[in-house]
């Protein structure tokens, strides 16, 4: 029986989001952008949402904005002990993302304020105030 805590439960049964992760830890974020230049488009889009052709990784400026948050008080991840805060950043290319608050402890982030990508260790992406 594992672990209460498992945290890689979507290791290798998404092999673009394992790309995505290999890379932000590499300190290159990125998102998915259609290969005949639509633009950039959902994490969760596998073909381009407005002409059908592939997607593929581009990086990304890392900037963004908070369109939401929510603190945790329960601990689901081994490196990640509550409380703390994740937050759906919206990059400034447009697509959305989760990722922790680089930032416990400062002054409270709200909706609106401008973030930074500011790493990925353990596949948990971070963000902090810009
Ligand atoms: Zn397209």
Do not use: W
């Amino acid at each position: 029986m594992g672990s209460r805590l498992d945290d890689t439960p979507t290791k290798d049964l998404d092999p673009v989001v394992s790309e995505i992760l290999r890379r932000a830890e590499a300190g290159e974020l990125c998102c998915l952008s259609c290969a005949a230049g639509c633009g950039a488009t959902d994490y969760a889009a596998r073909i381009c949402p407005s002409c059908g052709n592939p997607v593929e990784l581009r990086p990304v400026s890392g900037r963004g904005r908070i369109h939401s948050y929510s603190v945790f008080h329960t601990q689901y991840h081994s490196k990640l002990p509550a409380p703390y805060t994740v937050l759906l950043v919206e990059l400034d290319e447009g697509p959305r993302l989760a990722a922790v608050f680089d930032g416990e402890g400062g002054p409270p982030q709200k909706v609106g304020d401008a973030v930074v990508f500011s790493g990925a260790v353990n596949g948990i992406v971070r963000f902090s105030m810009a």
